[in-house]
């Protein structure tokens, strides 16, 4: 994927010349419907041909959530005072994962690809939240290869499959299937590892009509979503 900067930029987007082609503007310019990044005010945004407001890191729907009774906070257990650390396996653009750090928890994100992974990477880097510990890979091989007890919670928001309705998702979730569908993970795989690798459970985020993935011990439930709470086999 190419990723577009002004010249004068070039080295605030150095870090990701390894897994983009970078491209000077106004130079060079994408082709119609072709996905690509674009650098503008210090963060990385995706783009779809001429989509000119493209998709980026965002913290609104986080800072929401900041306060107040939360089901996910709710599955994860108590904060602890900063003390207690989840393993987000399927970070995303990060909404769940920002939502528990400004929360209080110590959070770890892994992504597979690596798109997903750089939006949020620009995000924290502009943000200066340096505490926030991100990782590109598969996180069946990580945890599969972890210290068992590595991490308290470890979380699992595996991406919903389409349900067949006629109204289309919104923009985000539409890059997001184009970009991520062709690579479909394997969640019984994810939630095996988990379990072996949390010191103290494992939350699994589901659609509330979605079926249940053996037994959970406990669900904590939320308006659209559900979370089904597993207990660590450590």
């Known amino acids: 994927m190419r990723l577009f900067h002004p010249p004068q930029q070039r080295v605030d987007v150095e870090r990701w010349a390894r897994r983009f082609t970078l491209c000077d503007e106004p130079e060079v310019q994408p082709a119609d419907d072709e996905f690509h990044l674009r650098y503008l005010q210090g963060q990385l945004s995706l783009h779809k041909g001429?989509?000119?407001?493209?998709?980026?890191?965002e913290t609104a729907d986080a800072d929401r959530r900041r306060r107040g009774k939360l089901a996910l906070a709710q599955a994860c257990g108590d904060a602890a005072g900063g003390t207690r650390s989840v393993f987000d396996a399927t970070t995303g653009l990060g909404t769940d994962l920002l939502t528990l750090y400004f929360r209080g928890y110590q959070v770890h994100g892994m992504e597979r690809h690596p798109v997903v992974l750089s939006l949020l990477e620009s995000y924290l880097s502009a943000g200066g939240l340096r505490d926030i510990t991100l990782q590109l890979g598969d996180a069946?091989?990580?945890?599969?290869?972890?210290?068992?007890?590595?991490?308290?919670?470890?979380?699992?928001?595996?991406?919903?499959?389409?349900?067949?309705?006629?109204?289309?998702?919104?923009?985000?979730?539409?890059?997001?299937?184009?970009?991520?569908?062709?690579?479909?993970?394997?969640t019984l795989a994810l939630f095996e590892a988990a379990r072996i690798a949390a010191g103290d459970r494992v939350v699994l985020k589901r659609r509330l009509r979605d079926p249940l993935l053996g037994r959970p011990d406990w669900q904590v439930k939320g308006r659209s979503v559900r979370y089904d709470v597993y207990r660590a086999l450590t």
């Open 50 to 57: 001429s989509d000119a407001e493209g998709v980026r890191v």
């Open 140 to 186: 069946v091989s990580f945890l599969e290869a972890s210290v068992p007890g590595s991490y308290d919670v470890v979380y699992l928001d595996p991406m919903f499959p389409e349900t067949g309705k006629t109204a289309l998702p919104g923009k985000r979730m539409q890059y997001l299937r184009e970009l991520v569908d062709s690579e479909p993970g394997d």
